[in-house]
T-cell receptor, first 114, second 115 residues
C-alpha cells in the first residue's frame, strides 16, 4: 500500500533554533517528492521538489534531502523564525500513470516560540 | 503568490441546504482539483479536471459535483448539505503537462460548517 508517513506529528522550538522534519514513504514507482508549507487558514505552498537523482536541495533556510534507497526525505530548517510556524506537508508522486498520482502525508505542525 | 481564489472563506449553513463553493484561477492552468482536509489529516482528492468539459471523481467518495465550463472556473456543488460535510475544502490547479513535475497551486480554502 502506497503511504507517506511524517514525523514528528508536532514540534515546538525556540526562535533561532534549527529543526528537522522527517518523511518516510512506500510509494512505488517513485517520481518526485515535494515539501509544502501550509500557514494556518491558507492553502499549501510548494517549498521544494526532489527527484530520484537529487540528494540535497536548498531554498533559503530550508534544505531538503532525499534518500531514494531507504525512501526517506527530510526538511531541515535553519535559524527558525516566527513565520516558520506552519504545517509542513510531504507529497510523493508516482510514475504509475502518465499524469502521476499524489500521496499526501498528514503534515508536521511546527510552532516557533519567541 | 498563486492566482487562485476561493469564495467564500467561511460558510455556516443548515442541513439540507444547497451550496456552491467557487474556485477561479487566472494562470490558464488546464488541471484543477478539489481536496478535502480535516484537522491533522492528509488531503483527500474528491474531484479533478483535465480541462474544459472534463471532470473526474477522486479517491474520496463525495456527494458533491463539479463542472468545468471555462478553463478558469471550477465550482463545487453540494445539493443537500449534511453535518458530515463539515470540513475544509481546498481548490488547486497545475499546468498539467504529461510527465511534468507537477506543482500544485492552492487557494486559501473554504471552511464549511453544516449545522
Amino acid at each position: 500500500k502506497n503511504q507517506v508517513e511524517q514525523s514528528p506529528q508536532s514540534l515546538i522550538i525556540l526562535e533561532g533554533k534549527n529543526c528537522t522534519l522527517q518523511c518516510n514513504y512506500t510509494v512505488s514507482p517513485f517520481s518526485n517528492l515535494r515539501w509544502y508549507k501550509q500557514d494556518t487558514g491558507r492553502g499549501p505552498v510548494s517549498l521544494t521538489i526532489m527527484t530520484f537523482s537529487e540528494n540535497t536541495k536548498s531554498n533559503g533556510r530550508y534544505t531538503a534531502t532525499l534518500d531514494a534507497d531507504t525512501k526517506q526525505s527530510s526538511l531541515h530548517i535553519t535559524a527558525s523564525q516566527l513565520s516558520d510556524s506552519a504545517s509542513y506537508i510531504c507529497v510523493v508522486s508516482d510514475r504509475g500513470s502518465t499524469l502521476g498520482r499524489l500521496y499526501f502525508g498528514r503534515g508536521t505542525q511546527l510552532t516557533v516560540w519567541p | 503568490e498563486a492566482d487562485i481564489y476561493q469564495t467564500p472563506r467561511y460558510l455556516v449553513i443548515g442541513t439540507g441546504k444547497k451550496i456552491t463553493l467557487e474556485c477561479s484561477q487566472t494562470m490558464g492552468h488546464d488541471k484543477m482539483y478539489w481536496y478535502q482536509q480535516d484537522p491533522g489529516m492528509e488531503l483527500h482528492l474528491i474531484h479533478y479536471s483535465y480541462g474544459v468539459n472534463s471532470t473526474e471523481k477522486g479517491d474520496l467518495s463525495s456527494e458533491s459535483t463539479v463542472s468545468r465550463i471555462r478553463t478558469e472556473h471550477f465550482p463545487l456543488t453540494l445539493e443537500s448539505a449534511r453535518p458530515s460535510h463539515t470540513s475544509q475544502y481546498l481548490c488547486a490547479s497545475s499546468e498539467g503537462q504529461r510527465g511534468a513535475l507537477e506543482k500544485l497551486f492552492f487557494g486559501s480554502g473554504t471552511q464549511l460548517s453544516v449545522l
